[in-house]
């Protein structure tokens, strides 16, 4: 069984900085990626960055290109994800996600994923 645990999220002004933390339980050794996800009040969830966990390759949504940043520590089965110049429009619940099969591409639909975790919540005030 795996399990995956978000942390991180908070209530934070535009323009400052948050750090995502997703530690992952159980057959980790299955994972070949992991990714985050957003989903906004209202919204559908929606890609926001992809890792390739063995070999460190990333993907982003192209709107948070330069802003967010999903790194890795394999040691600690963990995935991470930075934030910066944080927006009103970042104003979501973050979940991380874990494939357990490859892909020639990283994936970015929510069905490419197998687990979830319960997610955290990010809110940015104006």
């Known amino acids: 069984q795996v399990q995956l645990v978000e942390s991180g999220g908070a209530l934070v002004e535009a323009g400052g900085s948050l750090r995502l933390s997703c530690a992952a339980s159980g057959r980790t050794q299955s994972f070949y990626f992991m990714g985050w996800f957003r989903q906004a009040p209202g919204r559908e969830r929606e890609f926001v960055a992809a890792?390739?966990?063995?070999?460190?390759?990333?993907g982003y949504l192209d709107s948070v290109k330069g802003r967010f940043t999903i790194s890795r520590d394999i040691a600690k089965n963990t995935v991470y994800l930075q934030i910066d110049s944080l927006k009103p429009e970042d104003t979501a619940d973050y979940y991380c996600?874990?494939?357990?099969?490859?892909?020639?591409?990283?994936?970015?639909?929510?069905?490419?994923?197998?687990?979830w975790g319960q997610g955290t919540q990010v809110t940015v005030s104006s």
């Open positions: 890792i390739d966990w063995r070999a460190g390759i990333t």
């Open positions: 996600a874990a494939r357990k099969g490859t892909s020639l591409l990283l994936p970015r639909q929510r069905d490419s994923y197998d687990y």
